[in-house]
């Protein structure tokens, strides 16, 4: 059987929960999980001052160990850096996999941004790391993972085989539209944190632009563009049907999409979250365009780009449900065919306002939520364990934290918040770090042991509720 990024981290979680599943649920002193400070990869003053903050402020001891653990794994653990030319260069692996893919490169050190300017090695990490996502995207923009030498060829048993256009440099060629979206939502991020418009040269904008023109080839206007991609595999979620060019669609300016942000394949190619965080993703683009880069025609580009899309997402990318209820499908494929689920990755329907795509209280998101926490959503599941959303990715009964933390970052709601918080704690099998998944009734059976965008989520939730919900934080689960 051919092996592929789920089977490869399903193998390595199924080794790491052995002896997870042998200490108790809450271990009577919470050691630190973190590693010796002379193996961490980097370390920031501000950082841990931070830490030191908001734990004050956790009143639940378990939870103060987790948050302990968590908000600093991407930097303890995932971040390489070095320089090229001169300048900042920052590589950052998913965990378990020695692979950066830029979605997950960029959720991993969103929780610090905040930070940046008071700490110019932080700073510098940031720009480190925008300028080789913008190198990334010039090898190859429909490619979702990369490697740390340029020049290398994939070492990822899965990808070896592939039917595409494999490139050196690139671990894994999946197309997916949150690839390119990502690292227009960290520019921005880091230019409001900090006004520091070093990131954005000549080849930052050609990487932007590179994005806009590969968004422009897939909305599929001209045929179905020069991506196309085959998988030998035992899961249809791993490959894409029609000869690798995926299911068909009928052109109406909504960009298409192979793979949903878990690396499944889309069943219809228009992907509704995905085109909604394109439309946020190419106005933050045009703000950093315009303010920070002084590229007026950048900025026009990928306005005009984001107000088609939206004007498309009005026209198609909603459905209604049995019972009437019009929400935003997941995916469409403009003839008038929709499918309602929602997935645990984001951007999901549930995690639309976290990421800023619509207004939390925008009556239409509101709707689509609801029923995505609901047995509308058939990746919905609920279990002794807790409840919670999934995907195909590890399969049915497996609930994703990361669908609570999204849950618990999209709500004022303290009830909400407290459940989502207490149903995280008791299910990490007493490792102290959270998961890919959790079986909805066995804790213990869980899917990978070092994901640092889940454990990062984490983090940044807690220190977000610091703020927005102390009292809720300091008391009792």
């Given at each position: ?92 692996i998913t965990g378990d996999i020695d692979a950066m893919w830029l979605r997950d490169s960029s959720a ?269 959503n058939p990746y919905f599941f609920r279990g002794s364990a807790g409840e919670g959303i999934g995907g ?86």
């Amino acid at each position: 059987m051919t092996i592929d990024r789920r089977t490869f981290v399903g193998a390595a979680a199924a080794l790491a929960a052995t002896p997870a599943a042998a200490r108790p649920a809450t271990p009577a002193a919470f050691a630190s999980k973190r590693p010796p400070l002379g193996e961490r990869r980097f370390t920031s003053r501000v950082v841990e001052q931070e830490m030191q903050r908001v734990s004050t402020k956790i009143g639940d001891s378990k939870l103060r160990w987790m948050f302990g653990n968590c908000y600093p794994n991407t930097l303890d653990t995932t971040v390489r850096l070095g320089t090229v030319d001169g300048r900042a260069d920052t590589f950052v692996i998913t965990g378990d996999i020695d692979a950066m893919w830029l979605r997950d490169s960029s959720a991993q050190v969103a929780p610090y941004v905040h930070l940046a300017k008071a700490d110019p090695r932080l700073a510098e990490l940031f720009r480190g790391l925008i300028a080789r996502q913008a190198r990334c995207i010039l090898i190859d923009p429909y490619a979702n993972a990369f490697l740390e030498d340029p020049k290398a060829k994939t070492q990822l048993e899965w990808s070896l085989k592939d039917v595409t256009e494999l490139k050196l440099g690139v671990a894994e060629r999946k197309w997916e539209i949150d690839s390119l979206c990502y690292p227009m939502r960290l520019a921005l991020q880091y230019w409001q944190a900090t006004g520091d418009a070093r990131p954005f040269d000549a080849t930052w904008a050609e990487g932007a632009r590179a994005s806009i023109r590969t968004f422009r080839e897939q909305q599929r206007k001209d045929g179905p563009g020069p991506y196309r991609f085959l998988r030998v595999s035992d899961r249809n979620t791993e490959t894409l049907p029609s000869r690798g060019y995926g299911n068909p669609i009928r052109p109406v300016g909504l960009i298409a999409s192979g793979f949903r942000p878990s690396d499944d394949a889309c069943q219809y190619p228009f992907l509704i979250p995905s085109n909604l965080f394109a439309v946020s993703a190419l106005r933050g683009l045009a703000t950093v365009a315009n303010e920070a880069k002084k590229d007026s025609a950048l900025a026009q580009e990928a306005t005009a780009l984001a107000d088609e899309v939206a004007a498309a997402l009005r026209d198609y990318g909603t459905t209604k449900l049995r019972d009437g209820r019009e929400v935003w499908a997941y995916e469409v494929d403009g003839y008038g065919n929709a499918y309602f689920m929602d997935d645990a990755n984001v951007p999901s329907l549930s995690g639309l306002a976290y990421l800023g795509c619509v207004a939390p209280d925008d009556a239409l998101w509101r709707r689509t939520e609801a029923a995505a926490w609901s047995d509308v959503n058939p990746y919905f599941f609920r279990g002794s364990a807790g409840e919670g959303i999934g995907g195909p990715h590890a399969g049915l009964r497996q609930i994703w934290p990361m669908s609570l933390i999204v849950r618990a970052l999209s709500t004022n709601d303290p009830a909400v918040i407290r459940t989502c918080l207490k149903t995280i704690r008791d299910t990490d099998a007493g490792t102290g770090f959270i998961h890919e998944s959790f079986d909805q009734d066995d804790p213990t059976t869980w899917t990978r042991h070092w994901f640092a965008w889940a454990n990062g989520l984490f983090g940044e939730l807690i220190v977000r509720l610091a703020t927005t919900q102390p009292a809720l934080l300091a008391g009792a689960l």
